[in-house]
Structures are given as structure tokens and as C-alpha cells.
């Protein structure tokens, strides 16, 4: 289960990262040079890793809960989805 969420995880941001990087360069805008770059190494160092740390707990809490059959079911089916969502990005 740690790598199945680990990896579901990953592919999720690897596909949303460029558009979190990008709202976040919308939202700070206003904030001057240095203080937009300490923003987003923070956002990078200590966001991203907390947001992944807590996205795996839960996506392998609800994994754990699921019986074989549908297991396999939805594991597939997310990296299905993730493969769609990955396509119509253009990032493969």
C-alpha cells in the first residue's frame, strides 16, 4: 500500500504541480521579487512535502479499507484516470 499511494501521490502532483506553481505566482504577484522566491522555496520544500505526507495517509487509510476485489478495481482505475488527466495536459 506505501507505494501504490506513494505513486499514486506523486503522479497527482506531478500532472497539478505546474498549475499549483502557477496560481501560487498568480497570488503573490504583488509581493516583491526576493520575497515571492522565499514564498515559493517554501511552498516547494515544506508545502509540497506536506501536502504529500498527508495525501498518502489518508489515500493508504482508504486502501487499507477496501476489500481485494474492489482494490484492484479502484488502484487501476486511478491510474487510468491519472494516465486521461496526464494526456490531456499534454504532459505525456
Avoid: E, W
Avoid at 499511494?5 to 526576493?34: D, E, M, R
Avoid at 489515500?59 to 484492484?72: G, V
Amino acid at each position: 500500500m506505501d507505494s501504490i499511494s506513494v505513486g499514486l501521490v506523486a503522479t497527482l502532483l506531478i500532472i497539478y504541480g505546474g498549475h499549483i506553481n502557477a496560481y501560487f505566482k498568480k497570488i503573490t504577484k504583488s509581493v516583491p521579487f526576493l520575497g515571492r522566491f522565499a514564498l515559493f522555496v517554501v511552498l516547494c520544500s515544506a508545502g509540497y512535502a506536506f501536502m504529500s505526507s498527508q495525501l498518502v495517509k489518508l489515500l493508504k487509510m482508504f486502501l487499507r479499507s477496501q476489500a481485494d476485489l474492489p482494490l484492484i478495481g479502484i488502484v487501476a482505475g486511478a491510474f487510468v484516470v491519472l494516465a486521461f488527466c496526464a494526456r490531456s495536459g499534454k504532459d505525456i
